[in-house]
């Protein structure tokens, strides 16, 4: 039995409207695949900067904390070094005069 023509192209019509159909609905799924890609990358990226950001501050709280002992260190020497120069300057007036000349001729320098 052949079916009418007007039905034959009727039907034609649908099947290509369920395969436009079919190719929408595989794009869609494929598109809200993606965006949980993107949103799982986006998520881990979030933690990524967390992470960098609880380091970076760290690493910041170290450097002052090494910038301090440092300037402490270095008073510290100054102090040490000029009493060690006190000491050696009473016990030896050479010492002394060769102090007074190095200060003599860094006056002279600047």
């Known amino acids: 039995m ?3 023509r007007r039905l ?3 039907l034609a019509r649908l099947a290509a409207a369920v395969d436009h159909l ?3 609905a595989e794009r869609q799924a494929d598109a809200i695949a993606a965006r949980g890609d993107l ?4 998520l881990v990226l979030q933690d990524d900067r967390s992470r960098l950001a609880v380091e970076l501050d760290g ?6 904390t090494l910038l301090a002992a440092t300037t402490d260190v270095s008073a510290r020497l100054d102090r040490a070094g000029a009493t060690v120069e ?7 007036p050479a010492f002394s005069e060769a102090l007074h000349d190095r ?3 860094t006056d002279s320098s600047e």
């Open 86 to 92: 006190t000491v050696l300057a009473h016990f030896d």
């Open 59 to 64: 690493a910041l709280a170290r450097s002052r």
């Open 103 to 105: 200060g003599a001729a």
């Open 22 to 24: 079919e190719a929408a």
């Open 39 to 42: 949103e799982e990358e986006f």
């Open 8 to 10: 034959e192209d009727a």
């Open 2 to 4: 052949t079916l009418p």
